[in-house]
């Protein structure tokens, strides 16, 4: 696979790993906000997808440790708690925490999201990657060590 190729695929895939999360926040009543947000933390450490997310799975990717492991949800939280916290606004609400708190993390959120994407697009390591020694490649391939 091209580096052209797993760029696109990441992005899709990182698109597709979006609307699922927003979805589950829009579409589940009172505890939807948690739902997605914890699909954010976790999608890239669920056992019966290999540990990897849906958008992942669905595009032939697969997330391993650099040195080629296979990840944990430990992984998973590392490289995702800040792109879960586009969801905090949200769950911030739904709890009834002051409105200001959650406008104030919206922003934020919404920032480290198009940092993300734009890394993702630009087939630069994520800054999740980074601070969980993590890659993504192409499902068959693995990390040189």
Same mark, same amino acid.
């Given at each position: 696979?091209? @580096? *052209? @190729?797993?760029? #696109?695929?990441?992005?899709?895939?990182?698109? &597709? @790993?979006?609307?699922?999360?927003?979805?589950?926040?829009?579409?589940?009543?009172?505890?939807?906000?948690?739902?997605?947000?914890?699909?954010? &933390?976790?999608?890239?450490?669920?056992?019966?997808?290999?540990?990897?997310?849906?958008? !992942?799975?669905?595009?032939?990717?697969?997330?391993?440790?650099? @040195?080629?492991?296979?990840?944990?949800?430990?992984?998973?939280? !590392?490289?995702?708690?800040?792109?879960?916290?586009?969801?905090?606004?949200?769950?911030?609400?739904?709890?009834?925490?002051?409105?200001? &708190?959650?406008?104030?993390?919206?922003?934020?959120?919404?920032?480290?999201?198009?940092?993300?994407?734009?890394?993702?697009?630009?087939? !630069?390591?994520?800054?999740?990657? !980074? *601070?969980?020694?993590?890659? #993504?490649?192409?499902?068959?391939?693995?990390?040189?060590?």
């Amino acid at each position: 696979m091209t @580096d *052209q @190729d797993l760029r #696109v695929k990441r992005f899709i895939a990182y698109f &597709i @790993d979006g609307v699922i999360g927003w979805t589950l926040t829009y579409l589940i009543p009172f505890v939807g906000p948690l739902v997605g947000f914890a699909y954010f &933390i976790l999608r890239d450490g669920l056992p019966f997808l290999n540990y990897n997310s849906l958008g !992942k799975k669905l595009m032939g990717l697969n997330v391993s440790y650099t @040195d080629g492991r296979p990840t944990d949800m430990m992984a998973s939280v !590392k490289r995702n708690w800040f792109l879960a916290l586009s969801f905090l606004p949200y769950l911030l609400t739904s709890i009834g925490i002051l409105e200001s &708190i959650a406008g104030f993390a919206s922003f934020a959120g919404f920032v480290l999201v198009l940092i993300e994407g734009f890394l993702v697009a630009t087939n !630069k390591t994520r800054l999740g990657d !980074k *601070q969980a020694n993590t890659m #993504v490649s192409a499902a068959g391939d693995f990390a040189e060590g």
